[in-house]
């Protein structure tokens, strides 16, 4: 037998050259740098002449414009792939012109994707610079900020109190809502009944007003101990009605998630229903329901603005109070960022305990 | 009348909605018996012994304990339990809880032992079953032949009177069946009343001292193993063991 000449051959290629896709890229790079550049000489224009704000606008646009410069880079590598690929071509190896093609493909797609990016953000550039620059100077004052920051953030620390006494309180009530609405048996019935009645209608009723009705109505019902509330504890009250009722459903969805088996081995062994529910399903359920649990928790904390309805003073109440004495809403923006601040790690925290258990399963 | 049996089952019915499952069972378990069901799956092998352990409640019947009535309405079913054990084809271990503490649950928050004593006792029926070692692991950690003896010395804590097992191996891998399997052999040497379901029919062979076949809900045949494996009589026992000797489960 004579061998026969091996040539490899690709046949699964998929074929396109990717030239198009390279030229597009180059074409939207160029457009997204000159937007930039034309918002970045904008910028420098629009900042007052003097004190140091002036400085801090020239580094963001110079900055900027340097930045949009390094979009140029992955055109430069697509480019430099389709050189590659043409080589490979004539020196007729396929499986090197596929690969080539296809990282200069990515690169091309990677080029378009960071274009995409920055021009969205630019237009928000453009837009804080409408109107002679009002809305930056109307949302991000620096002299505003500078002159609120520090009481408004001290009256963050009451909404930071209220989210977490009310989260520790209904981390309790609402297992204990919870365990009622699953209530066993002919007894549990009326009270599993009374409970839903409980979660419908917390769930329904928006949370400023359920904040309003119990900031404003017990006093004015003088009802003994519930009336002499402070307006904090008022806001608590009325958070942990509201949210008990959310918590109260996270914690059933886990319970309910538990296998039935898991509840027979229990009780084979003579364990009573109470018993069984404390040592073997309410902790496994608790585990499971910690990432939807903490989400909750975040809606609750953003609701503690709210609470401002009834005069408590708390951030967004510090905040408003600035604002409507000088026209200006850094005051209000300072206090965004500081739910963005507080907000974003236990995001990211969540979404982390979300993929660990992702993992976990998958590992099954 | 026949002398009283120490689990004796009469006239057991039972339905899911308009599916009769149990369709007029009777069994007596004699004390330090072994009773096999055999039966093609969906027979009501599972839901049988369910009943029994009152997991199910019974519609039509009577199960009787040592001669106590330990079915219908108002049974106090969580003290029926504690002299009756089972295991389960899933093992359903415990998964937030250490081999111990699954193993000690029932002693401690029932018996009311010590924990020093249930960990005790624990670690000796352990030891018994080659698993000391893993006191401390979570089941997870486990093989399913090593859960299986785990979940089958969580019902023994308890000190049963009756051990109801229920397809034990059907879940396990085949090199891992022979190693849960001697625990039960050794348990019936031993003197444990036990009435279980079981597909392994050499084992069944070996250990039983009566088979039932069960076909639809009623049992058709029972009697000794040599019997009914060596000459059943019912043409739908003699069909189902030819299937098992076909698929070489025999
Ligand atoms: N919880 C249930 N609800 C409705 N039907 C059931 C339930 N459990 C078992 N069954 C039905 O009862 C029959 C007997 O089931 P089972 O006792 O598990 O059989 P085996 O253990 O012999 O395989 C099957 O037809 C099954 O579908
Ligand atoms: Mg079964």
């Not at chain 1, 646009?61 to 050189?83: C, D, F, H, Q």
């Not at chain 1, 949302?139 to 002159?147: C, G, L």
């Not at chain 2, 649950?105 to 004593?117: N, V």
């Not at chain 2, 070996?206 to 069960?214: G, K, M, P």
């Given at each position: 037998?004579?061998?026969?000449e091996?040539?490899?051959?690709?046949?699964?290629?998929?074929?396109?050259?990717g030239?198009?896709?390279?030229?597009?890229?180059?074409v939207?790079?160029a457009?997204?740098?000159?937007?930039?550049?034309?918002?970045?000489?904008?910028?420098?224009?629009?900042?007052?002449?003097?004190?140091?704000?002036?400085?801090?606008l020239?580094?963001?646009?110079?900055?900027?414009?340097?930045?949009?410069?390094?979009?140029?880079?992955?055109?430069?590598?697509?480019?430099?792939?389709?050189?590659?690929a043409?080589?490979?071509?004539a020196?007729?190896?396929?499986?090197?012109?596929?690969?080539?093609?296809f990282?200069?493909?990515?690169?091309?797609?990677?080029?378009?994707?960071?274009?995409?990016?920055?021009v969205?953000?630019?237009?928000?550039?453009?837009?804080?610079?409408?109107?002679?620059?009002?809305?930056?100077?109307?949302?991000?004052?620096?002299?505003?900020?500078?002159?609120?920051?520090?009481?408004?953030t001290?009256?963050?620390?009451?909404?930071?109190?209220?989210?977490?006494?009310?989260?520790?309180?209904?981390l309790?009530?609402?297992?204990?809502?919870a365990?009622?609405?699953?209530?066993p048996?002919?007894?549990?019935r009326?009270?599993?009944w009374?409970?839903?009645?409980?979660?419908?209608?917390?769930?329904?009723?928006?949370?400023?007003?359920?904040?309003?009705?119990v900031?404003?109505?017990?006093?004015?019902?003088?009802?003994?101990?519930?009336?002499?509330?402070?307006?904090?504890?008022?806001?608590?009250?009325?958070?942990v009605l509201?949210?008990?009722a959310?918590?109260?459903?996270?914690?059933r969805?886990?319970?309910?998630?538990?296998h039935?088996?898991?509840?027979?081995?229990?009780?084979?062994?003579g364990?009573s229903?109470?018993?069984?529910m404390?040592?073997?399903?309410?902790?496994?359920?608790v585990?499971?329901?910690?990432?939807?649990?903490l989400?909750?928790?975040?809606?609750?904390?953003?609701?503690?603005?709210?609470v401002?309805?009834?005069?408590?003073?708390?951030?967004?109440?510090?905040?408003?109070?600035?604002?409507?004495?000088?026209?200006?809403?850094?005051?209000?923006?300072v206090?965004?960022?500081?739910?963005?601040l507080?907000?974003i790690?236990?995001?990211?925290?969540?979404?982390?305990?979300?993929?660990?258990?992702?993992?976990?399963?998958?590992?099954? | 009348?026949?002398?009283?049996?120490?689990?004796?089952?009469?006239?057991?019915?039972?339905?899911?909605?308009?599916?009769e499952?149990?369709?007029?069972?009777?069994?007596?378990?004699?004390?330090?018996?072994?009773v096999?069901?055999?039966?093609a799956?969906?027979?009501?092998?599972?839901t049988?012994?369910?009943?029994?352990?009152?997991?199910?409640?019974?519609?039509?019947?009577?199960?009787?304990?040592?001669?106590?009535?330990?079915?219908?309405?108002?049974t106090?079913?969580?003290?029926?339990r504690?002299d009756?054990?089972i295991?389960?084809q899933?093992?359903n271990?415990?998964?937030?809880?250490?081999?111990?503490?699954?193993?000690?649950?029932?002693?401690?928050?029932?018996?009311?032992?010590?924990r020093?004593?249930?960990?005790?006792?624990?670690l000796?029926?352990?030891?018994?079953?080659g698993?000391?070692?893993?006191?401390?692991a979570?089941p997870d950690?486990?093989?399913?032949?090593?859960?299986?003896?785990?979940?089958?010395?969580?019902?023994?804590?308890?000190?049963?009177?009756?051990l109801?097992?229920?397809?034990?191996?059907?879940?396990?891998?085949?090199?891992?069946?022979?190693e849960?399997l001697?625990?039960?052999?050794?348990l019936?040497?031993?003197?444990?009343?036990m009435?279980?379901?079981?597909?392994?029919?050499?084992?069944?062979?070996?250990?039983a001292?009566?088979?039932?076949?069960?076909?639809?809900?009623?049992?058709?045949?029972?009697?000794?193993?040599?019997?009914?494996?060596g000459?059943?009589?019912?043409?739908?026992?003699?069909?189902?063991?030819?299937?098992?000797?076909?698929a070489?489960r025999?």
């Amino acid at each position: 037998m004579t061998a026969v000449e091996a040539r490899p051959t690709a046949r699964s290629t998929t074929g396109r050259s990717g030239h198009g896709l390279t030229v597009v890229a180059a074409v939207v790079t160029a457009a997204t740098v000159l937007f930039v550049g034309i918002t970045a000489v904008r910028l420098v224009q629009a900042a007052p002449r003097s004190g140091g704000w002036h400085w801090v606008l020239l580094a963001v646009a110079v900055l900027g414009a340097l930045a949009a410069l390094l979009l140029v880079l992955p055109v430069l590598s697509a480019v430099r792939y389709g050189r590659l690929a043409r080589a490979a071509e004539a020196r007729e190896d396929p499986v090197a012109v596929r690969r080539d093609r296809f990282r200069g493909r990515n690169a091309a797609r990677l080029a378009i994707g960071l274009c995409v990016a920055t021009v969205i953000a630019t237009f928000f550039v453009v837009f804080l610079l409408a109107n002679d620059h009002a809305v930056q100077s109307t949302f991000f004052a620096p002299d505003m900020v500078a002159r609120s920051w520090w009481d408004v953030t001290k009256a963050f620390g009451k909404n930071v109190f209220i989210a977490v006494v009310a989260e520790v309180i209904v981390l309790a009530w609402g297992l204990l809502v919870a365990l009622a609405r699953l209530a066993p048996g002919p007894g549990g019935r009326p009270i599993a009944w009374l409970a839903t009645v409980y979660i419908d209608a917390f769930r329904a009723v928006p949370a400023i007003i359920v904040i309003y009705l119990v900031g404003f109505g017990l006093p004015l019902a003088g009802v003994p101990v519930l009336s002499s509330m402070s307006p904090t504890w008022a806001a608590i009250f009325a958070l942990v009605l509201t949210y008990g009722a959310y918590v109260a459903e996270v914690y059933r969805a886990g319970i309910e998630s538990i296998h039935p088996s898991q509840m027979a081995a229990a009780r084979s062994l003579g364990l009573s229903y109470p018993s069984t529910m404390r040592f073997v399903i309410v902790p496994q359920a608790v585990r499971r329901v910690i990432p939807p649990l903490l989400n909750d928790f975040i809606g609750l904390q953003k609701d503690t603005a709210l609470v401002t309805v009834i005069g408590t003073v708390e951030a967004f109440t510090q905040a408003k109070t600035y604002a409507s004495n000088f026209f200006n809403l850094s005051s209000v923006t300072v206090v965004a960022a500081l739910f963005v601040l507080i907000t974003i790690p236990q995001t990211r925290f969540v979404d982390g305990l979300l993929a660990r258990e992702q993992r976990r399963l998958q590992a099954r | 009348m026949s002398p009283i049996s120490f689990l004796e089952i009469e006239g057991l019915r039972k339905s899911y909605g308009a599916n009769e499952v149990l369709r007029g069972i009777d069994l007596s378990v004699e004390q330090h018996q072994v009773v096999c069901l055999i039966g093609a799956s969906g027979c009501g092998k599972s839901t049988l012994l369910r009943c029994v352990n009152a997991l199910e409640t019974i519609d039509e019947g009577q199960i009787r304990l040592d001669g106590d009535v330990v079915s219908g309405e108002g049974t106090d079913v969580d003290r029926l339990r504690r002299d009756v054990g089972i295991v389960f084809q899933a093992f359903n271990l415990f998964p937030h809880m250490r081999v111990l503490d699954n193993i000690t649950l029932g002693p401690r928050r029932i018996h009311r032992h010590s924990r020093a004593a249930a960990e005790a006792q624990a670690l000796e029926l352990l030891e018994r079953v080659g698993l000391a070692a893993k006191a401390g692991a979570y089941p997870d950690q486990l093989s399913g032949g090593q859960q299986q003896r785990v979940a089958i010395v969580r019902a023994l804590a308890m000190n049963p009177r009756v051990l109801l097992l229920d397809e034990i191996t059907s879940a396990l891998d085949p090199e891992l069946v022979a190693e849960v399997l001697g625990i039960v052999r050794d348990l019936a040497a031993e003197g444990m009343t036990m009435l279980l379901a079981t597909h392994e029919m050499s084992f069944a062979r070996e250990v039983a001292h009566t088979v039932c076949f069960l076909h639809e809900g009623v049992i058709l045949e029972q009697g000794p193993p040599e019997r009914i494996f060596g000459a059943p009589t019912e043409p739908r026992t003699q069909a189902f063991l030819h299937r098992i000797v076909e698929a070489g489960r025999l």
